[in-house]
């Protein structure tokens, strides 16, 4: 009950054990709620700070929320300099940062060229694999 807590940075911890040993005997997510479980009580928790975040999977998810268009003066757009700041934490996924530069070269700074210089330059099929490759999709 961590989110009852407000301790957003050891419910993100324990997500991501669940969801990386689901043959464990203390498995016991319901992934029929995960996706809104993981939204309400982590992303929209008022004690969430993306700063906090040290699992590649919920910094991936905090980083894609955060290129998204400002609607309003609340939204923050994830700076490059921001991103690149975080390559240490995807030493274990490098793909999946290269993923999330590529993302926000394409959707935030407006350079498909430029994106696709961080995506693998093999055959049409060699994007399916590398989305394969990346632990949780």
Known sequence: MFWLSGNT????????????????KYY?????????????HVFQSRSFNPKNL????FLAISDLMQMRQATSAEDKVLSWSELN???????SQPELFQYLQANHLFFV????????????????NSINSYFNSVKYC
């Not at 050891?10 to 464990?24: G, R, Y």
């Not at 016991?28 to 309400?40: C, G, I, K, T």
């Not at 700074?109 to 049409?124: D, G």
């Open 9 to 24: 940075e050891l419910l993100t911890s324990e997500l991501a054990w669940q969801i990386n040993h689901p043959e464990s």
């Open 28 to 40: 016991n997510l319901e992934l029929d709620n995960l996706a809104f479980e993981m939204d309400r």
């Open 54 to 57: 040290k699992d590649p999977f």
């Open 85 to 91: 700041n975080q390559k240490t934490l995807f030493k």
């Open 109 to 124: 700074q407006n350079k498909p060229a430029e994106a696709l210089k961080y995506l693998p330059e093999h055959s049409s």
